[in-house]
Every structure is written in C-alpha cells, then in structure tokens.
C-alpha cells in the first residue's frame, strides 16, 4: 500500500513501483490509510509523515496498536533526527528520503520485508544513537494518539468545534486534550505550541491545503 499526499510524486512511485510489487491500494490522507491498512492488511506500507486529516506518526500508531505485525516504511523529505526517532517509535522499520535515488527505495523495501531496519545512509550514526536515548524517545511518544491529532489541528489554527467536529468528541473533551497538551509541554499560547510542535518534529508540518 502507498500513502502520498502529492499527486505528481504518487504517479512517479507508482511507475516505478509497478512492474516490481503487487500494489493493493493508494490513498491521500492518513485516516483513509488506516481504514484501508486494517482493512486490506497488506506487507509493507510506505507512507508519507505529510498527510491531511491524520499525519504519518499518528497513523502509524494507530495501524500499529491494531496490526503489530505491519511493516512501515516512511519515505519523506525530512531529515531532521526528531522526525526519524518519531517514525521509529511508532513502528516504522523504514525511513527514506525522498531525495534518494530509486534503487535505494527497493533496497529498503527489501530490508523491510525481510524484518530488518533500513535508515538512509546519509542520516550520520551520531542520529541513530540518539534513539537509544529512553529520554528523548519519551518525549516524543509524551502525548496520546488523541492529543498528537489535537494539536495538529491546534498548530493548523483551528477553533475547538471544528476540531470536536473532525475528530467526533464534544468541545469539553477538546478543551480537556488543550490543557494536557499544555501541561505536558509546559507551553501556553497557540503559537507556542505550533513552534514546539514543527521544530521538535512531534508533529510534522501542516498542510496548507489542508488548512485552507
């Protein structure tokens, strides 16, 4: 299965995936990756950490929780450490980036498939070492599944009924989620925690359109 939110970049991965691998289906945002991931189970999902109504960490986890056995392998534009050790801590065994060459794809869905981690090359050791780090993955796994999706929609501006509305809770659970999602990261105002949010790669960067 292939999660990509661009449609230029899915038609590219598909011509080049194609002739190799039996693909089961592709989808554009991560809620309907989840439904098609726990419905259809397939061996490997490459999915982007990018995508609208639920990025790639928050899908991961849930796909996760419901299929332990599933192989993820995030192909991204990221090469920030903190969205690597988010991957890696939701599930993922695989993390390539968009700027290698094809051949390092089906390298890594190889090591994938045969159970083994695959990280780009040009990610240093001194990246990998940090996920050893009990600390630094704590912080990133410190907010739930729910309150990771609330502050997406948070950082993306939106007001507490249209964030009770898309992910179906009432405002005074919103409300609840905010002020976790405050006291957790010790932080206040909206913009405060957007910037937390982007930089330290807790959530990845919202999607203009999206927001619109």
Partial sequence: MVAETHPFM????LAFLEPRFEIVATVT???TLVE???LLNPDLIILNDMMPLRNGVNAAIQIKENLPAAKLLFFTIHANPAYLEAALSAGATGYVLKSAHGEELLVAIGRVLEGCIYVSPSLSNERMERLNDPRLVAA???LTLRERESLGLIAQGKASKEI???LNISTKTVAFHRENIRRK??????AE???HAVEQGLIPRVMRDFAS
């Avoid at 899915?10 to 991965?13: F, I, K, N, Q, S």
């Avoid at 990261?185 to 909206?190: E, K, N, Q, V």
Wanted: glycine letters at 12%; zero cysteines; proline letters at 0%.
């Fill in 185 to 190: 990261l010790g932080l206040h105002s909206t």
């Fill in 10 to 13: 899915l038609e590219g991965m």
């Fill in 29 to 31: 945002n991560g809620r």
């Fill in 140 to 142: 990133i796994l410190r």
């Fill in 36 to 38: 098609q991931a726990l």
């Fill in 164 to 166: 009770a509305y898309l």
């Fill in 193 to 195: 925690l957007t910037r």
